[in-house]
């Protein structure tokens, strides 16, 4: 079993503002939504043709990838009406800052067993 490696990436103010920011872990790059006052974290590269997510808009509570505009569920990181799922990441809110564990949720999972 391996515990969750939180890794402070963001301050909660700049995300709140700005709606989405980029952010880079080891070699994850990591697109950061602040959406309806709750933070997600997706892998920025589009599962699709690997466009930049952060380069999208929010839509009705759904990341709208600017290259072929698939909308992603923030949550589980899966396509409407596709069978692909985009990476996502464990998120933790704690006095102002945003933490992520850079290790893909699948992933992690598989590691905690
Ligand atoms: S590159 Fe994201 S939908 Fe095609």
Same mark, same amino acid.
């Given at each position: +079993? @391996? !515990?969750?490696? #939180? *890794?402070? *990436?963001?301050?909660?103010?700049?995300?709140?503002?700005?709606?989405? /920011?980029?952010? /880079?872990? &080891?070699?994850?790059?990591?697109?950061?939504? +602040? %959406?309806?006052?709750?933070?997600?974290?997706?892998?920025?590269?589009?599962?699709? $043709?690997?466009?930049?997510?952060? $380069?999208? @808009? %929010?839509?009705?509570?759904?990341? %709208?990838?600017? &290259?072929?505009? #698939?909308?992603?569920?923030? !949550?589980?990181?899966?396509?409407? &009406?596709?069978?692909?799922?985009?990476? /996502?990441?464990?998120?933790? *809110?704690?006095?102002?800052?945003?933490?992520?564990?850079?290790?893909?949720? /699948?992933?992690?999972?598989?590691?905690?067993?």
């Amino acid at each position: +079993m @391996t !515990a969750r490696e #939180w *890794v402070e *990436v963001a301050a909660l103010r700049d995300l709140a503002r700005r709606g989405r /920011t980029l952010v /880079t872990v &080891g070699d994850e790059q990591i697109g950061l939504f +602040m %959406i309806d006052g709750t933070v997600y974290a997706l892998r920025d590269v589009c599962v699709h $043709k690997q466009r930049s997510l952060t $380069k999208g @808009t %929010i839509l009705r509570g759904r990341v %709208i990838c600017p &290259g072929h505009q #698939w909308a992603f569920d923030p !949550a589980t990181g899966r396509a409407d &009406g596709q069978d692909r799922c985009q990476p /996502t990441y464990e998120v933790r *809110v704690e006095d102002g800052a945003v933490f992520v564990d850079p290790r893909p949720r /699948t992933l992690a999972a598989e590691e905690n067993r």
